[in-house]
Nanobody, 123 residues
């Protein structure tokens, strides 16, 4: 069974930075595109960053563009999300998700999603 375990979420002050990690197991990580999504209280799921299987192609939502970097280490089966210049509106549960292919496109559904890690931005 696919396992996706997020970590790194915490309380951070506005303007701060954070790096989230996602440990993947029970599937060939290097063969699949991956994604980070978030959900704020009372809101829907927002896909914020995507990366293809090789790491050569990435995409960001406008809400995080310029403040966020998605990356992966296929040797370690780990996905990362670097968040900078954090704002209170970035407060959400952040999820790591797997696509059903090596590539991604707009509207593509996830095949699996982790349990999430909480990021709270507050002074």
């Amino acid at each position: 069974e696919v396992q996706l375990v997020e970590s790194g979420g915490e309380l951070v002050q506005p303007g701060g930075s954070l790096r989230l990690s996602c440990a993947a197991s029970e599937f060939p990580f290097s063969a699949y595109a991956m994604s980070w999504a978030r959900q704020a209280p009372g809101e829907g799921l927002e896909r914020i960053a995507d990366i293809d299987s090789t790491g050569g192609t990435t995409h960001y939502a406008d809400s995080v563009k310029g403040r966020c970097t998605i990356s992966r280490d296929n040797a370690k089966n780990t996905l990362y999300l670097q968040l900078n210049s954090l704002k209170p509106e970035d407060t959400a549960t952040y999820y790591c998700a797997k696509y059903p292919a090596a590539y991604f496109y707009a509207g593509m559904l996830y095949s699996h999603r982790g349990q999430g890690t909480q990021v709270t931005v507050s002074s």
